[in-house]
């Protein structure tokens, strides 16, 4: 189980999780207490996104997503995080190619 926490005050946002991840195989689970889980969405602004439950989106790990999106966003920005949320999720469906490929390289290695 996840634990994400925010604080809110006049002057900021504190954001923090747990690093605990379960990792479950055919006949056993194993805990490592060394996963990332919050991510900047923006190399330039204070934008961060936090990850829970799934770590993938079709097979790919949210990680490698949201790095892919902030090389694209680079210096741009909006005035609202629901704008980025709404950007973020239009590139996810755009850019369905990178997944594809994605996945077939996932599939034949």
């Given at each position: 189980?996840?634990?994400?926490?925010?604080?809110?005050?006049?002057?900021?946002?504190?954001?923090?999780?747990?690093?605990?991840?379960?990792?479950?195989?055919t006949n056993n689970?194993?805990?490592?207490?060394?996963?990332?889980?919050?991510?900047?969405?923006?190399?330039?602004?204070?934008?961060?996104?936090?990850?829970?439950?799934?770590?993938?989106?079709?097979?790919?790990?949210?990680?490698?997503?949201?790095?892919?999106?902030?090389?694209?966003?680079?210096?741009?920005?909006?005035?609202?995080?629901?704008?980025?949320?709404?950007?973020?999720?239009?590139?996810?469906?755009?850019?369905?190619?990178?997944?594809l490929k994605r996945?077939?390289?996932?599939?034949?290695?």
């Amino acid at each position: 189980m996840t634990a994400v926490v925010g604080i809110l005050n006049k002057q900021g946002i504190a954001i923090a999780a747990d690093s605990a991840v379960t990792v479950s195989g055919t006949n056993n689970r194993k805990v490592y207490n060394s996963a990332n889980k919050i991510f900047t969405l923006s190399k330039y602004y204070p934008v961060s996104v936090s990850i829970y439950n799934n770590a993938s989106f079709m097979g790919i790990p949210w990680e490698i997503l949201i790095k892919e999106y902030r090389k694209q966003l680079d210096k741009n920005s909006f005035n609202t995080l629901e704008e980025y949320k709404n950007d973020f999720f239009n590139w996810l469906k755009k850019n369905n190619s990178f997944l594809l490929k994605r996945m077939k390289l996932m599939i034949i290695s």
